[in-house]
């Protein structure tokens, strides 16, 4: 009677795990049947790409690296409550995804004394200007990574932290960079979105820039990952906080 009741705590759990990280489900059905649509009559800031009912933002090129080092933008945007909101620890793994410039993993490195900052970018002009930054700060725990527009090429579960400022609703293929990430994750890894709040119409930046917790919380489901919490301590944007699963966690109780 032990032996069977050890079984079905033991299924319970395993399918506690899928309901909760329906990754693997979601890569099968995505392989059959296309998540995206394309429109040819679309908003003109986007790709004509549909995703869960959104269309995908243009990416921000190499040539607006400068806009991403304005002067203004530690009071536009606070960039430094992000990094102070973070939880880092001293030997923590972060991906910066969309690094940019690299404005936020030099912010975040010197944090990571045991540790070190994947600045993630698709654009090798953009990992060229971080090699320059590096030589620069003399900051030698940033390590440039160049991702594909499906594949962030990361360690699988490695990463304790994703960070994603200003950047996901970029991504061309969304959904297959989260399921790269979710794999790059360790288990109970965060994944931390900031994005322009796009329940506010007064908020100045184009309208494909801005996202609703609601989509947010949408898309970041249909890959596995659980919503945390919502931070709302910057001027403009959400800062949403999301958690692989930890399924041992359930194994051991």
């Known amino acids: 009677m032990s032996n069977f009741l050890h079984f079905i705590v033991t299924l319970v759990v395993i399918l506690s795990c899928l309901l909760l990280n ?122 440039p990574v160049l991702a594909t527009l499906t594949d962030p090429n990361l360690p699988p579960e490695s990463v304790d932290l994703a960070l994603m400022v200003d950047a996901y609703h970029e991504l061309e293929y969304p959904q297959e960079v989260m399921q790269g990430i979710m794999k790059a994750l360790k288990p109970g890894g965060r994944v931390v979105l900031v994005e322009y709040r796009g329940e506010n119409p007064f908020i100045m930046i184009k309208g494909l820039h801005k996202m609703t917790q609601k989509q947010v919380r949408k898309e970041m489901q249909a890959v596995g990952l659980v919503w945390r919490e919502t931070k709302n301590l910057l001027p403009q944007q959400h800062l949403m906080v999301f958690e692989k699963p930890d399924c041992s966690d359930l194994l051991t109780r």
């Open 22 to 143: 329906p990754t693997l489900i979601a890569q099968a059905a995505s392989s059959s049947t296309t998540v995206y649509e394309q429109h040819i009559i679309h908003n003109p800031d986007g790709i004509g790409k549909y995703y869960m009912g959104r269309e995908i933002a243009k990416v921000m090129g190499y040539t607006g690296a400068g806009w991403l080092e304005h002067p203004r933008r530690e009071g536009e945007e606070q960039p430094s409550k992000v990094v102070n909101v973070l939880n880092l620890k001293p030997n923590d793994l972060v991906a910066d995804i969309g690094a940019g410039t690299g404005y936020l993993s030099f912010r975040i490195a010197p944090l990571l004394t045991a540790g070190k900052v994947l600045a993630v970018d698709v654009q090798p002009e953009m990992l060229e200007i971080i090699e320059l930054f590096k030589k620069e700060k003399n900051i030698t725990n940033v390590e």
